[in-house]
């Protein structure tokens, strides 16, 4: 229960007749109360019974200075033999009963009230024993009090669960109790524990678990077998990465043999998480293991796994784990790591992307490795832009080294717009891309072209036209100042006219129009005025394209506020552009 002054208290209340009888001549009872704060019992847990009978032993008038009382602590083998007396299936059950709600105990036989406090307290040596502080017991309630967790009763009181004695069941639904009285068989059948060590387990988590949920109650308990448990989870594929480096990081890991310390390991691997390299790498050499662990995490992502975030996870763990000393011997002690790098294209890509922004000692190091191991059609566009002399990187250089996968390609354009190189790419990225007998449908190569970045008006048109060409609205053309829209025209009409497949219908006029009518990029008097000039010479340089764009212009008037004032929209090329698309209206 709870003091009003100093927090949790675990109390016992006795109840006797005292053989005297009031003045109507009812018998008059004695009821004797005991409360201990729980904080002080943290340090050495009791038991109800020794509780009771510390009260037992104590007849009123109490001295007003109080009472020394000792009670005993409590003992994992005493409670561990009334389990064995009342049978562990049906405490074990009404345990983990009691994890989903109040509990009451019918049916039973005629047992004494010692009897059933016993049995009370078999039931509690079964969960964590900070559940005290939510815990209350009674050895017989006829009241139907549902504030009483656990009470022996003829019938079963309102909105309790029921244990018969002579049928005890398990929650039957998929819940914290179900799971706690999953774990309790497990540990007292498969996993070969007895009595006495999971009472003793239990009995050491003293923390409050007044306002925690339930399954704080399942947690605790498989701590006990924590890393079998987390094992087994690993084994069904339904572990939680935290468990995974709590294991780690709490040294229980070697609780295991090293068989199963391994598969724990390669499941945080596989999490490919950058924050974990530093706990795996503290415990993998201790396994022995390091090279093949480490060459794991560069196999093939798991299916539906984000590959971009996993392959630069893993370009990372490498160059964490192999330092450049080891590369640059020439004799590095990673074969399998290297090997399964050198059939990963991705975390190469991904790898050499890193590495630009390094040391350039380092970044040459790796290329004399990679290139010992690798086709020049992987390698080659990298070394056109992160070596001297630079050179533009040719559409069949970009068609060979998109046959390594098009994330490949995605890498090269980071490279590129990262190291200010862009324009090195471009060219050939275009030549390539529009050569294509069918777009690709390629949503990281569209968000990487629209997230590149360019102080080059005729790149950002070429970005704008690319990104229509692979199905996307421009990004880049707001930013364009009027001094540059020339040079942006220039790079946009560049892509512009190159023909669709013969396959493939040509929706860039429609997502343009869709784009223009919506008024998004109207962010800022500049934003517009750079729009306004790009309809304009679409319009000039391709009419019937440009009329469908204007009469969407005309339709984001409305939307867009200020859009009349502009001074582009009241030159003579607005106000006509403003005639046309009315007439051109069915």
């Known amino acids: 229960m709870r003091g009003g002054d100093d927090g949790t208290r675990i109390g016992v209340a006795l109840e006797d007749w005292t053989g005297e009888a009031d003045g109507a001549g009812r018998p008059i009872a004695e009821t004797r109360y005991l409360c201990v704060p729980y904080e002080a019992l943290r340090a050495v847990p009791v038991s109800y019974a020794g509780l009771y009978e510390a009260l037992a032993g104590l007849t009123p008038p109490f001295p007003p200075d109080g009472v020394e009382l000792r009670v005993p602590p409590l003992d994992p083998a005493v409670a561990a033999q009334a389990l064995q007396r009342f049978g562990v299936q049906r405490v074990a059950a009404a345990a983990s009963l009691l994890i989903d709600g109040p509990v009451t105990v019918t049916g039973a036989p005629d047992l004494s009230a010692l009897d059933r406090l016993v049995f009370l307290d078999a039931v509690a040596a079964l969960l964590p024993y900070g559940w005290r502080t939510r815990f209350s017991a009674a050895t017989w309630d006829q009241s139907g009090n549902r504030n009483v967790s656990l009470a022996f009763a003829r019938q079963v009181r309102e909105r309790t669960a029921e244990l018969d004695w002579r049928t005890p069941r398990l929650p039957e639904r998929d819940t914290p109790g179900r799971a706690y009285a999953e774990m309790l068989a497990d540990l007292f059948g498969e996993r070969g524990r007895s009595a006495t060590e999971v009472v003793a387990h239990l009995a050491r988590a003293t923390a409050p678990l007044t306002d925690t949920e339930p399954t704080t109650a399942v947690r605790i308990l498989a701590g006990l077998d924590w890393p079998a448990t987390v094992l087994q989870a690993v084994e069904r594929g339904t572990h939680d990465p935290a468990d995974l480096r709590d294991l ?29 390299v530093p706990l795996l790498r503290e415990h993998w050499a201790d396994l022995g293991q390091a090279d093949d662990l480490l060459a794991s995490l560069l196999g093939p992502a798991d299916r539906g796994e984000d590959e971009t975030a996993a392959t630069e996870t893993a370009a990372l763990t490498v160059l964490d784990m192999i330092d450049l000393e080891a590369v640059a011997s020439g004799a590095p002690q990673w074969p399998a790591t290297l090997g399964a790098l050198a059939a990963n294209p991705r975390a190469v890509c991904a790898l050499l992307a890193e ?4 040391p350039p000692d380092r970044l040459v190091a790796w290329y004399k490795l990679l290139a010992q191991r690798l086709p020049d059609s992987l390698l080659g566009p990298f070394d056109d832009v992160l070596f001297d002399p630079l050179r533009h990187v040719e559409p069949e250089r970009l068609a ?29 990225l275009a030549g390539w891309l529009t050569a294509l007998d069918r777009v690709p449908d390629d949503g990281p190569l569209r968000a990487r072209l629209a997230q590149a970045g360019s102080p080059s008006p005729r790149e950002r048109g070429v970005l704008d036209g690319l990104l229509l060409w692979l199905g996307a609205p421009p990004q880049h053309v707001t930013g364009v100042p009027a001094g540059g829209h020339e040079r942006y025209w220039d790079g946009f009409r560049s892509i512009w006219r190159c023909r669709m497949p013969a396959s493939q219908a040509d929706r860039r006029p429609e997502i343009l129009e869709s784009w223009v009518r919506a008024g998004g990029w109207a962010g800022s008097a500049e934003g517009v005025d750079a729009v306004l000039r790009l309809v304009r010479a679409l319009s000039v340089g391709f009419p019937r394209e440009g009329l469908l764009v204007e009469r969407a212009l005309l339709t984001a008037r409305t939307r867009v506020r200020g859009l009349d004032r502009a001074a582009l929209h009241r030159s003579p090329w607005g106000e006509e552009a403003a005639r046309n698309s009315r007439r051109s209206r069915p």
Do not use: M, N, Q, W
Not at 248 to 275: C, F, M, N, Q
């Open 400 to 428: 060979a080294l998109a046959g390594h996968g098009t994330g490949c390609v995605t890498d090269l354009v980071a490279l590129g717009s990262g190291t200010g190189r862009l324009g090195y790419v471009l060219p050939g």
């Open 248 to 276: 780690l990081a709490t040294g229980r890991h070697r609780e295991l043999d090293d068989p199963a310390a391994r598969k724990v390991l390669y499941a945080l691997i596989r999490e490919r998480a950058p924050e974990d």
């Open 355 to 358: 590495l630009a922004f390094g």
